[in-house]
């Protein structure tokens, strides 16, 4: 249980400095730009650390309460990236490619860091 939660970590913490290199990188463009990364990259994020804390939150299980747990944190995640999103979007304006090249990059980084965890 101790490996799932140091890998869900690092996974966490790649996805946030490939969002802020992405952020820094769109600087020039104007500061709706990086907003827009940091807001894509960091729904991701957020969407992983809640999936992590749901799917490894409750010690150990039968194995049918274990996939469900995880299946849950799945939809949670991407419900959360989904609405963070709209939001951005919608509510505050944010131009959508540099959000996904916020979102895009947080994705690779935590395949990198799931590359990675040894």
């Known amino acids: 249980m101790s490996a799932g939660r140091r890998l869900a970590l690092r996974a966490t913490v790649f996805q946030a400095g490939a969002t802020a290199l992405v952020a820094l990188a769109l600087l020039p463009h104007g500061m ?32 049918g309460a274990a996939i469900a747990r995880l299946l849950a944190g799945v939809v949670l995640k991407w419900v959360v990236v989904l609405a963070v999103f709209v939001s951005g979007m919608a509510g505050f304006g944010l131009p959508p490619l540099p959000m996904l090249a916020g ?16």
């Open 32 to 63: 709706p730009s990086a907003l827009g990364a940091l807001v894509g990259g960091g729904a991701l994020v957020a969407g992983s650390a809640v999936a992590a804390l749901l799917a490894l939150g409750g010690g150990v299980q039968l194995a």
């Open 103 to 118: 979102l895009l990059a947080a994705t690779l980084a935590f395949v990198l860091a799931q590359i990675l965890k040894r």
